[in-house]
């Protein structure tokens, strides 16, 4: 019993608390505290608000219904902006580029373009090559700021573009004014220089004697003869002249101007008379 009691010892309150804290530090676990009940926290005469949007109560901070209306709001506005990324065809745009809605709007278009030098851009969003080619072409319509380009999508107008002979991408049109198409052709990022050298031709300043052109009558016939498309156009009657209008020639027209016989022919004249 005195071994029993040399071995036991008897502690005062304080250094109760302190052992018991010194084997809280040193132990690994962390004890959880209970979870308040709905009266503990409804009862709770600790409430107090704090500066950024939320209620304390007692250990528990809870978020206005505001604050989480606005944060979910944020959320989805970042989720719709990841999801809507942009195409490639819609990279790099200049603001002489144009899409082509319709086969009215294409019309228009060369019609309203003037003097000004149009080339028309054939493209498909499934086609290698037009991806390929379209940061160059971005290139050039910002290079020549004063050349129109109009983008035609392939798999959005494809009735139009059959109307209008296009069967092989990347497929370029080049219009100006009265002279209305000047050259077609089709080229890739490895023959470039062919649309290269067709812009430097017919980018040159000139004037035209008349109003636009723009497509073929033929490709205007085309487009109106397509029943997929809402486009109408009525040929240009020919000019018929009534016989009342033909003036009749007069002495002092070319037909009728004297001629200056010399001497061997009045000679050969007098004889025959």
């Avoid at 002979?165 to 490895?190: D, I, K, M």
Wanted: with cysteine; proline share 7%.
């Amino acid at each position: 019993m005195a071994e029993v009691a040399s071995q036991s010892k008897l502690f005062s309150p304080c250094e109760v608390r302190s052992l018991s804290l010194s084997r809280r530090r040193r132990s690994p676990l962390v004890a959880l505290r209970p979870a308040p009940s709905f009266r503990s926290l409804r009862s709770s005469s600790s409430s107090s608000s704090v500066g950024n949007g939320a209620v304390v109560l007692g250990d528990w901070i809870q978020r206005r219904p505001a604050e989480r209306d606005a944060s979910s709001g944020l959320h989805v506005k970042m989720s719709l902006c990841i999801g809507k990324s942009m195409k490639w065809w819609e990279k790099g745009l200049q603001p002489n580029m144009k899409d082509v809605h319709s086969a009215h709007d294409l019309v228009d278009s060369l019609i309203n373009a003037g003097n000004k030098l149009v080339i028309v851009d054939f493209y498909s969003p499934g086609c290698g090559g037009c991806k390929a080619l379209h940061p160059k072409i971005c290139q050039f319509a910002e290079m020549n700021p004063d050349v129109q380009f109009l983008q035609v999508n392939y798999e959005e107008h494809k009735s139009m573009c059959y109307s209008l002979n296009v069967h092989v991408l990347p497929f370029f049109r080049f219009y100006r004014g009265a002279q209305g198409r000047l050259c077609s052709f089709s080229c890739t990022n490895a023959t470039i220089k062919k649309f290269k050298d067709a812009l430097t031709k017919h980018s040159t300043e000139r004037c035209s004697l008349g109003p636009a052109k723009g497509l073929e009558e033929s490709e205007l016939l085309a487009l109106a003869a397509n029943k997929d498309l809402s486009f109408n156009y009525n040929k240009k009657p020919l000019p018929v002249f009534a016989p009342d209008d033909v003036a009749e020639p007069t002495p002092t027209s070319p037909k009728f101007s004297p001629r200056i016989l010399k001497g061997s022919e009045e000679k050969v004249l007098s004889k025959i008379g």
